[in-house]
């Protein structure tokens, strides 16, 4: 082995690949959570990676020439920058290795870019006007990489870092990403060792590998997507089961509040008629503060009655006048867990943004449900404070904003599509208006005797 060939093997060819792979990797990691002692590993662990991709060279040159030891080599060399990541930053291993599968095919996107840009002369062309080749490949392959950076990080890693890491990792997707890079790697180390052969198929093997490289990022920036619908789907689905629990206790509750309370006038009544010590305004206070509990509210479906009763409690004891005209039999075909989940999350949200309005004369909400020409309109209505953020067409959940219709509005619109319907809102003039439309269904009774 020449000492002197190893060495400028790894000074023109191993340590730059690492350079710009730790850049891209620093893209991409750079907001996870940090180890104690973070700076310290890291001053530690670069030069230990530095020596052993020395060694690795060492090792390629003695070694008989073949494009198959040099692809080798390199993907060492990243499963050393690999363990590095995983000595520095506190995160999983699957999430760590997947980070860094991305980052080594946008590190090789920029290579093989700059490649392209050697074959066609372009390098030459800019070495030629500043002197020095090494130089102009420096200005390319940096440059490229800056400018490349700024687009990936805006058009995946901040998605990544705004949603969490956590919520991206998938099997499939980790092994695609994985077997696509290696093939590109492989096919791009025999271009390397005979691209002399054959000028065109050397660009179209650069051009391939480009592409190879964006079709990883892509796939795991759609897949990322694809993961965090999941993951909101199973939470609006635990919100439904923890919605149904809380109906049947609720139910109960207001059954057995209503049945004490209508015991307790009574017992009051006999009171008045037995000359008890309570004098008759005393007695009139507490049969006003038993009577709230004792109007049943009636709309012709017993979950909304349930909620409707439950959220006029809340509401008088907030100061919030709810008024309603609600016709709930065209309903029939939802279940109980679902009306008290879509109404729920529409009342919630909505007493939520009336009481933290300073003027009490706008804390204030309208529901009405009405039937339609075949359709169960549904409105509901109330002021709010501040401005409402949209992620997507929904409004997004902030606690400093003091209208927080947000990820209730993610179960409410899942299930108001699941029966075919339509639900839509606006927010002018400082007032929340939305409107969901349903079909209205003839129950089974009925058709059987039309």
């Not at 080594?104 to 006007?129: C, D, H, K, M, P």
């Not at 705004?162 to 180390?189: D, F, H, Q």
């Amino acid at each position: 082995m020449n000492l002197g060939d190893a060495v400028n093997a790894y000074l023109y060819a191993l340590l730059p690949f690492l350079t710009q792979l730790i850049i891209c990797e620093a893209l991409f990691f750079f907001k996870l959570p940090r180890r104690k002692l973070f700076a310290g590993r890291v001053a530690v662990g670069l030069p230990m990676l530095a020596a052993a991709a020395f060694l690795l060279t060492c090792v390629q040159i003695a070694l008989p020439m073949h494009p198959l030891w040099g692809t080798l080599v390199y993907f060492v060399a990243f499963a050393f920058t690999v363990l590095l990541l995983w000595w520095s930053f506190d995160a999983p291993f699957k999430i760590l290795l997947l980070y860094g599968v991305a980052a080594y095919a946008f590190q090789n996107s920029v290579y093989r870019a700059v490649s392209l840009l050697e074959i066609t002369g372009v390098v030459w062309r800019l070495s030629t006007a500043v002197g020095d080749y090494t130089l102009a490949h420096g200005i390319f392959s940096y440059g490229l990489l800056a400018a490349s950076g700024a687009v990936v990080y805006f058009l995946f890693v901040r998605r990544i870092n705004a949603k969490g890491p956590e919520n991206i990792y998938s099997r499939n997707v980790m092994l695609i990403s994985t077997v696509t890079l290696a093939v590109t790697l492989v096919l791009c180390a025999y271009t390397n060792a005979w691209w002399w052969t054959s000028w065109y198929l050397s660009i179209v093997n650069y051009c391939f590998s480009i592409l190879s490289n964006v079709f990883i990022l892509t796939i795991i920036s759609g897949m990322f997507q694809n993961v965090v619908l999941k993951s909101e789907i199973e939470t609006v689905r635990q919100l439904w089961i923890q919605d149904k629990r809380q109906y049947e206790i609720a139910k109960e509750n207001i059954d057995l509040i209503n049945i004490k309370c209508h015991d307790l006038k009574h017992k009051i009544r006999a009171m008045r008629l037995s000359d008890g010590e309570l004098s008759d305004s005393e007695l009139g206070e507490i049969e006003n503060a038993v009577a709230i509990y004792d109007s049943k509210v009636c709309t012709g479906c017993d979950p909304i009655d349930v909620l409707l009763t439950e959220k006029s409690l809340i509401c008088a004891k907030r100061n919030v006048k709810l008024s309603c005209m609600v016709d709930g039999s065209g309903l029939w075909y939802m279940s109980e867990s679902e009306l008290y989940s879509l109404f729920g999350n529409m009342l919630t949200n909505a007493v939520n943004a009336v009481c933290r309005m300073t003027d009490e004369s706008k804390r204030v909400i309208n529901l009405t449900v009405s039937r339609s020409s075949g359709m169960v309109l549904i409105n509901c209505v109330n002021y709010f404070d501040g401005k409402i953020t949209l992620e997507g067409d929904l409004p997004r959940t902030d606690k400093d904003n003091v209208a927080e219709h947000g990820f209730g509005m993610k179960s409410m619109r899942l299930l108001v599509k699941k029966y075919g319907g339509e639900m839509f809102f606006t927010t002018d003039g400082g007032v929340f208006d939305l409107k969901i439309m349903l079909p209205e269904k003839t129950p089974m009774r009925k058709r059987e005797t039309a």
